[in-house]
């Protein structure tokens, strides 16, 4: 995973940037074009075995074990890549249990810098909703989800803070502040984790996460 980004970079761009130079600056057109390679690969990856399995039904019926066998592994190879997406939204472990107070404070910080609907999907979920350029962001203390446009389609970043040891609040913020410095920065420093269809994550999200994913989800096809 990444490191998380860091605020005050001349231009609004994110220092962190510079040590991924290689990588193309995340846009709608890169957007766009990770959204048809991740689609390419599910279809690469599922379609011989629906041929394998329609191939030996065909011409030997008793092949029916091998052919489940074959369809259970083209229903199974999406669902492993959505649970990857999902496990961004999954909260980093920490070695020791912060005390209350720097994590009441934390979450006061937050509630600074974010509206009341966000402060109430928060309290319910754990995760912070953020309009942004490219989309509708759902922003967790390791990692953040962008629901495009429409809300049919969700881009899963794998990012995070250096200290273990933070607060909750304050892993959001960290993150929240760098996404509003430089979005498509954030984007091009964070690991994409799966690009695809926002159903698949959805089923392999914790409950609180499927409801903060629905909302964002409202909020796309509004956008």
């Not at 953020?130 to 446009?149: M, N, S």
């Not at 509003?180 to 799966?194: C, H, I, M, P, Y």
Request: proline share 6%.
């Amino acid at each position: 995973m990444a490191a998380a980004p860091t605020r005050g970079a001349p231009g609004h761009l994110l220092p962190e940037a510079d040590a991924v130079a290689w990588r193309r600056r995340v846009d709608e057109g890169e957007l766009r074009q990770a959204e048809w390679l991740w689609g390419l690969t599910m279809v690469a990856h599922v379609v011989p075995f629906l041929v394998v399995a329609v191939v030996l039904m065909a011409f030997e019926p008793l092949a029916l074990p091998v052919s489940l066998v074959a369809l259970a592994h083209a229903w199974i190879i999406p669902e492993l890549y959505a649970q990857r997406g999902a496990n961004v939204m999954r909260p980093p472990r920490r070695r020791t249990q912060a005390p209350a107070e720097p994590e009441r404070v934390a979450l006061g910080l937050l509630g600074d810098l974010v509206g009341h609907d966000a402060r109430e999907l928060h309290a319910r979920t754990g995760l912070v909703v953020e309009h942004g350029r490219l989309g509708v962001w759902l922003v967790g203390q390791a990692g953040a989800l962008l629901v495009r446009a429409g809300g049919r389609r969700v881009h899963c970043w794998c990012v995070r803070v250096d200290d273990p040891d933070l607060p909750a609040g304050d892993r959001i913020a960290h993150l929240l502040l760098a996404l509003r410095l430089d979005e498509q920065g954030f984007a091009t420093v964070a690991n994409r984790a799966f690009a695809g269809a926002r159903w698949r994550v959805r089923r392999r999200l914790d409950p609180s996460a499927r409801l903060a994913l629905d909302h964002a989800g409202r909020l796309a096809r509004g956008a």
